[in-house]
């Protein structure tokens, strides 16, 4: 029976984005994208399966990996590999050979697993028909196991809920745990908690080991805390900015192409570009700051008793330049921020070029690539956040130059032709 207390919080991360990351260059691979994407059990697919859409359904066979997001997913079918699951909900009845790993904000699993399940969501629900047959990670705002783990189990959650089999050691970080009937634990129960846990071993709760209360972590498990959370956060930004540039696509899609092709071609002028708008976006947010002291300072002048022509001139000038430089300020937060996204469509258009020649400028699969190695870059000490400062400058400078040549185009008499625009997008 393994030790519980290995570092899986590194892994875990890993776990869901070393997939996506390498599935363009392991085997055969099909490409779904649809609004709604249906599986049905008449349906086999032979090769691994990258699917985006609205809703996802399996019901059929999969014989590789399936990587799916979606704002919904439901897999009740037959995925001989691994499932990785980006959702909004996850429903998981059907039967994975491999691990399963998902970032979701509510999952329901009542299946089988036939590896590891890796799952970090706000709600996590492990049904009483779920077999895991290898260890648990789990790490939620509720975690409700109810299902049966062949090895290990930790949850890292603020309330969970045990009332399954698992017939390794548990490890449990939680303000608030309860072991309810009729939960059995065949090894050691080791649990991380200001408030001393609710067992109710009168009623039927059985654990085999020892069971041993930690109010308070070594520093040791704190660090660990710490570089998981850490973890977490990383990808929550990451599908945040994936998010967020595929509404970019969705909206603007011909200013995307043009600000890619900006940044292949014009990589100088777009670094000049995108320095020209920090200097703005730096004295903007000066001039906020300045407007909001002098909003409070002509205030005070108003209500004094001898100062209220000063005041309401000091006042009227903050006014009339809060919602100014606001507006500023935000546009350029907006535009740097529009930068890395331009900056990650272009490295994972270059990396799948690589590996499928007919790659193209927009496509979502390459965005989540090229995010996916920025987060690796920006997550170094230091050197992160320079690497992250020069893609949002450079990026944003590309945007601008960008728009400026499609409102040119725009402007331009009909009867000249316009510059052929790169191909759409694909899965």
């Given amino acids: ?14 776990a869901i984005l070393i997939p996506l990351i390498t599935a363009g260059s392991i085997g055969a691979i099909t490409f779904e994208k649809e609004d709604n994407i249906h599986i049905s059990n008449l349906h086999r697919i032979d090769d691994d399966l990258i699917a985006w859409g609205s809703v996802i359904t399996v019901d059929g066979l999969i014989e590789g990996d399936l990587i799916a997001g979606a704002y919904t997913v439901n897999t009740n079918g037959h995925i001989r590999g691994s499932q990785n699951v980006f959702a909004y909900t996850f429903t998981h009845a059907g039967k994975v ?36 047959e290898k260890d648990a990670v789990l790490l939620g705002g509720s975690v409700y196991f109810d299902g049966m783990a062949r090895e290990d189990v930790e949850i890292t959650a603020g309330a969970v809920y045990i009332s399954g089999v698992i017939h390794g050691n548990v490890v449990l970080k939680a303000e608030n745990i309860n072991i309810l009937p009729p939960a059995f634990i065949e090894g050691n129960l080791t649990y991380y908690s200001e408030n001393e846990a609710f067992i109710d071993e ?37 599908l945040a900015a994936f998010l967020f540039g595929v509404v970019l696509l969705l909206l603007f899609k011909r200013y995307a192409a043009e600000s890619i092709k900006q940044l292949k071609t014009n990589f100088a002028v777009s670094t000049a570009t995108g320095l020209l708008a920090m200097i703005i976006f730096a004295i903007s947010v000066i001039i906020l700051m300045i407007s909001g002291i002098l909003v409070i300072t002509g205030l005070a002048l108003v209500y004094s008793s001898d100062g209220s022509p000063a005041g309401g001139l000091v006042l009227a000038l903050s006014i009339f330049m809060v919602p100014i430089t606001s507006f500023m300020t935000v546009s350029g937060g907006v535009l740097f921020y529009s930068g890395k996204i331009v900056f990650a469509l272009l490295i994972g258009y270059a990396l799948m070029k690589m590996m499928k020649p007919g790659a193209v400028y927009l496509g979502r699969f ?46 331009a008499p009909a009867t000249l032709s316009a510059p052929p625009e790169p191909p759409g997008e694909t899965g």
């Fill in 366 to 411: 390459q965005m989540l690539l090229g995010l996916a190695i920025l987060a690796v870059l920006c997550a170094v000490p230091y050197v992160g956040f320079i690497v992250y400062l020069v893609i949002s400058i450079i990026g944003a400078g590309a945007i601008i130059l960008g728009v400026k040549n499609c409102r040119k185009d725009s402007e």
């Fill in 97 to 132: 050979d491999g691990a399963l790993r998902a970032f979701v904000n509510r999952i329901d699993v009542n299946g089988y697993v036939g590896r590891s399940m890796m799952v970090s969501g706000q709600e996590i629900h492990v049904g009483e028909k779920t077999v895991i």
């Fill in 1 to 14: 029976m393994k030790s519980t207390h290995s570092p899986y919080r590194l892994f875990l991360f890993a």
């Fill in 202 to 238: 009168a009623s039927g709760v059985t654990i085999v080991g020892e069971t041993v209360w930690e109010p308070k972590e070594a520093d040791a498990d704190k660090d660990k805390v710490g570089l998981f959370t850490q973890s977490v956060v990383g990808i929550s930004k990451l």
